[in-house]
């Protein structure tokens, strides 16, 4: 796509950027291609299938191949803008004598607001490439509030799971946990607008239960209808349990917190923490006495699990834990040590041995699932083993066992990250669901807390050769990745590489947030403004512009030099901890030469100010 067709006067600026100079409105004509239109804090995707558009200040328009030469276009004027379809391509309208115009790769190296990534770091094209990928092709096109969604009787914070022609409902019970993350890791103004949405949505949500019981629905469809309560059974008939019967109410804790370390808006969380409350009493309401969370199935679909698992049990401490945080930060010092006591008899429960607590002594691991019956469900399951040492409900003896079983099991967990279990064939038709054993293999969000583990291990190698795995694949797909992946293992062994649902958000989402949280290693924080712990593993540089990042760091062997790019003075947390394992030899070299020790205490960075922290071998 060279320049646009358009009667105004095209005058350039630089290499890449032109005005546009006419008669009001301008009119600039493109060929077939996805565009982006934003109105305030919301994004307006669309196609030839989805127009006209009317939005103001922004509009991207894109060539239809993410592979294409031909750059991508945003046009930025302070003014109304329109999108419309005809024949002969795309038609912009801008209701202003001029325009600004900026050329971008083809799926551009920026979030929707045109602030700029780059990453120069051996083998990061690839990985760059599908960042931008996943974020243009599956990420913004999900958002559908001011779309689609417009005439829904919920439309804000409504963003669906697949591009496909079904399940277009919105799923805050699993989906909305990493749809969250792929925008928190993102961190643009519009993205955190979006979260913010969502997470609303899912407090309205439970707050509207007819049962009163603050409940995270499975679903809400396009005509209102909110799936509340969702039983399924097992292949053959003998077994049942509920869809999802904690899992949102776990996970949006998570999110606020998320959201409230990325933002610090301490205002909303005062506000809303009422609700916070009410979604951490459904969880409260299935733990018995002994400390046992009886939470059913926990993200996964297609098995049937009708009691308490490991995995669930390690969360919901998690998000206990994130919440009594939360509380402390309000200075509501008696409901955080309610919450953060919660945590701790989750916790301690998960370390006790069958049939109490979820450790098998006898196999010396943590077991999947145990049924209301008292049978032991265990297939080795990878995320119930690495929850609960990562979380720290792991005694030291657990955990050494649980670091042997994952490398003795490493290539079964890793045919493609990540496989859950690492016995996928063992599954018996008791447990399997009557849809079929789709979810039995490996999705994003396993992947997700799998990246986690290693992030915590600090094992950078792992997390590279993840995203390598998954950016090739999405490379070779246009960016466009299906439900579930590598069911041509056990399962459909048909050579197709995905069954479930086509453009599915859950890979791009996830790609983003183990791109740049684990392994760039940006992450939100309550004791400062960013947390800066990266996991690369060659010497190199990140440059993000972001709202949320604004930075610029670079990594050579003798020292790392971190450079604040925002407009204000703004506080960092360093953890050095994987690029310099002797963290006793780091010393903080300011710019005017003076050094101090380093002690990873948060660090003041004025605009534009930088400091050195050395590495003195």
């Excluded at 301490?266 to 809303?272: A, D, E, H, I, V």
């Excluded at 399997?432 to 915590?456: K, M, N, T, V």
Aim: glycine content about 8%; aromatic content about 10%.
């Amino acid at each position: 796509m060279g320049q646009p067709t358009t009667s105004a006067t095209m005058t350039r600026i630089d290499e890449r950027k032109w005005t546009a100079d006419g008669n009001q409105p301008l009119e600039l004509r493109f060929p077939f291609g996805p565009v982006f239109v934003l109105d305030g804090d919301y994004v307006l995707p669309g196609d030839a299938t989805r127009s006209p558009l009317q939005g103001s200040g922004v509009c991207w328009v894109l060539p239809e191949s993410p592979h294409s030469s031909d750059p991508a276009w945003l046009i930025e004027a302070d003014a109304a803008i329109a999108v419309d379809f005809d024949p002969d391509g795309c038609r912009v309208t801008v209701q202003a004598p001029t325009a600004t115009l900026t050329t971008h790769q083809a799926r551009p190296h920026a979030d929707v607001r045109g602030d700029e990534f780059v990453l120069d770091f051996p083998g990061a094209g690839p990985l760059a490439d599908a960042l931008a990928g996943f974020y243009w092709g599956t990420m913004l096109p999900c958002v559908i509030e001011r779309t689609a969604a417009s005439g829904y009787p919920v439309s804000d914070g409504f963003v669906i799971s697949t591009l496909a022609d079904k399940y277009v409902g919105t799923y805050p019970d699993v989906d909305h946990e990493f749809q969250i993350k792929g925008r928190i890791a993102w961190g643009s103004g519009l993205d955190l607008a979006v979260v913010r949405r969502m997470i609303e949505l899912q407090l309205r949500l439970m707050r509207e239960d007819p049962q009163q019981l603050w409940r995270d629905p499975c679903a809400v469809q396009p005509d209102g209808d909110r799936e509340y309560h969702v039983r399924r059974n097992s292949l053959d008939g003998t077994a049942n349990a509920n869809m999802f019967l904690v899992t949102g109410n776990v996970e949006v804790i998570e999110s606020i917190w998320l959201y409230v370390a990325r933002t610090k808006d301490l205002g909303w969380l005062r506000q809303n923490i009422g609700d916070v409350e009410g979604a951490a009493s459904c969880v409260e309401a299935c733990i018995d006495p002994l400390g046992r969370l009886w939470s059913d199935v926990y993200y996964e679909d297609q098995v049937i699990k009708d009691g308490r698992e490991t995995l669930a049990a390690a969360l919901a401490s998690h998000s206990f834990d994130l919440l009594a945080q939360l509380e402390r930060l309000l200075g509501r010092s008696e409901q955080a040590d309610r919450y953060a006591a919660v945590a701790q008899l989750l916790a301690g429960t998960i370390a006790q041995p069958l049939p109490v607590g979820y450790w098998d002594p006898e196999q010396q691991r943590f077991v999947d699932w145990v049924d209301r019956s008292g049978v032991v469900h265990d297939h080795i399951h990878l995320l119930a083993n690495v929850l609960p040492v990562m979380f720290g409900a792991a005694l030291p003896e657990q955990a050494d066992h649980v670091v042997d079983l994952v490398q003795r099991e490493l290539d079964e967990f890793q045919r493609f990250p990540t496989f859950l279990a690492a016995r996928i064939a063992d599954y018996t038709p008791d447990e399997i669901g009557d849809g079929g054993p789709y979810d039995l293999c490996a999705a994003g969000r396993y992947w997700c807390w799998d990246a986690a583990y290693w992030f915590w291990r600090r094992q950078g190698g792992m997390l590279l050769d993840q995203l390598e795995k998954v950016a090739r694949q999405g490379a070779a797909d246009d960016y466009v990745m299906g439900e579930r992946y590598d069911m041509s293992h056990v399962y459909y062994v048909d050579g197709t590489p995905w069954h479930g649902a086509a453009h599915y958000y859950e890979y791009p989402c996830v790609y983003a947030w183990v791109m740049l949280c684990e392994y760039v290693g940006l992450r939100p924080t309550l004791d400062a403004d960013l947390l800066v712990a990266p996991r690369l593993t060659q010497p190199g540089s990140v440059t993000l512009t972001q709202q949320s990042y604004q930075l610029r760091y670079d990594y050579r062997p003798d020292g790392f030099t971190l450079q604040n790019l925002a407009s204000s003075a703004r506080t960092f947390q360093l953890d050095l901890s994987a690029l310099y394992p002797q963290t006793d030899r780091l010393t903080v070299r300011s710019e005017d030469g003076a050094e101090t020790p380093f002690d990873g205490r948060p660090v003041e960075l004025a605009p534009g100010a930088s400091l050195t922290v050395a590495a003195n071998t």
